[in-house]
């Protein structure tokens, strides 16, 4: 079995031309280098300047939502949209395990509780199946507002995570959050540039948070964002994620307690280019899925994991299925040793100390799916082949 991962790493460290090929970097030219020095030339480089407003005006435009409010990070959009949906203290969130910290972590920072359900194999993300019959189970309708009937709780909010990119089954998770009268807010930080049917990812959830941070498909270094179609919330959003500062020339007046979550106009300007070849980028991990596309037809019990039915991925992290015979650590210390970076998927949620005892479901597609799952190079392709 060796040779064969051998000459799969050989075949990639020569697509890209290197002996160490990472997971993925940031690829920069002169617009960037244009729009920062622009910022430190004229001075604005922290929280005044006009590259904020309009990063904010040219995303929501891209994604095809009224607003969007650029924030520090994906966990703080993540925090902040959760807050402004009414998640309280101890409300549940429906999440999947199978997810990075972030989603479960901003439940927290409410102290609220992470409630993990299954995923399913065509889209890594969230089973609505499952979830339906989950939620037919152990739901409870009490005026109007639904409850976990083991635990007593309110569940509050669904967050669909669309992982690596790949779209979650949008109509079916709708229609559920719909029937039970929860909110739904989408963790899109992975899919700038993915789309379910016609509409962006992002655009399905009350809010929606993305990330650009520097491993995404676009970034401002760190970053993040909060999509909505609702103009008052984005006001309200922009308030509170600046510290809730009443606007005045010169007093220092806060209505609430704000946060200091407000993406620097520096940061701003570097995802002004970077979103400008946002199109381009997707189409070059095209490109990149149809080269390992030939490149896995030639190992054994391997496959890629490809765009779910109905939807078109930004293919943000190439990502193989190995089959039983495999041991994954085993492929992925090889990959790692011939110079390929690798890595597994997540640890599940209910795996870590912290989150080992929330609520959950019957999690066996995730169980099943967890040692299978390996991230393999997903850098834009620029060159030839
Ligand atoms: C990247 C990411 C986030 C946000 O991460 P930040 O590093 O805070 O920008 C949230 N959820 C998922 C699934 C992510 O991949």
Redesign the pocket.
């Known amino acids: 079995m060796n040779q064969q991962w051998i000459d799969f790493a050989k075949s990639i460290k020569k697509l890209y031309g290197k002996d160490f090929v990472a997971l993925h970097e940031p690829t920069f030219n002169e617009k960037e280098i244009e729009y920062v020095t622009d910022c430190v030339k004229t001075g604005w480089v922290s929280s005044v300047g006009s590259y904020v407003t309009r990063f904010e005006e040219d995303l929501a435009k891209f994604v095809g939502v009224k607003r969007a409010v650029a924030v520090v ?6 925090h902040i949209a959760l807050k402004i949906v009414g998640v309280e203290a101890n409300d549940e969130v429906l999440m999947p395990s199978l ?2 910290i ?2 479960a972590n901003a439940v927290s920072y409410l102290q609220a509780v992470p409630h993990f359900v299954d995923v399913n194999e065509e889209t890594l993300g969230v089973d609505p199946v499952k979830l339906e019959e989950y939620l037919a189970q152990i739901g409870e309708v009490r005026s109007g507002e639904l409850f976990n009937k083991q635990t007593n709780r309110r569940i509050k909010a669904l967050v669909p ?1 669309h ?1 690596f990119g790949h779209p979650c089954m949008m109509d079916d998770l709708v229609a559920i959050c719909e029937k039970y009268n929860i909110v739904l807010v989408e ?1 899109a ?2 899919s700038l540039g993915s789309y379910y049917k016609a509409n962006h990812t992002g655009t399905f959830g009350k809010v929606s ?1 993305i ?3 520097g ?2 498909i676009i970034t401002t270094g ?3 964002a909060i999509l909505t179609d609702d103009d008052e919330l984005a006001n309200y959003i922009k308030h509170i994620t600046t510290t809730a500062k009443v606007p005045h020339q010169w007093d220092f007046v806060h209505d609430e307690i704000g946060y200091n979550y407000r993406m620097p106009n520096i940061n701003a300007a570097l995802g002004c280019a970077q979103l400008e070849k946002l199109p381009i980028f997707a189409e070059q991990k095209r490109t990149l899925t149809d080269f390992y596309d030939k490149l896995v037809a030639n190992l054994d019990g391997v496959h890629l994991m490809k765009e779910p039915a109905h939807t078109s991925s930004n293919y943000w992290l190439q990502t193989l299925i190995l089959d039983e015979t495999y041991k994954r650590d085993e492929v992925l210390q090889l990959l790692n040793e011939e110079g390929v970076m690798s890595r597994p998927i997540w640890t599940p949620m209910y795996e870590l100390v912290m989150y080992k005892d929330c609520p959950r479901m019957d999690l066996s597609t995730t169980e099943y799916l967890k040692l299978k799952i390996i991230n393999i190079p997903s850098t834009p392709f620029k060159g030839s082949k």
Do not use: P, Y
Not at 73 to 78: E, K, R, V
């Open positions: 990070n994906g966990t703080a959009a993540l997810t990075f972030a989603t995570m992982t963790d930080a992975e948070a990330s650009f941070n491993n995404k760190g970053g993040g």
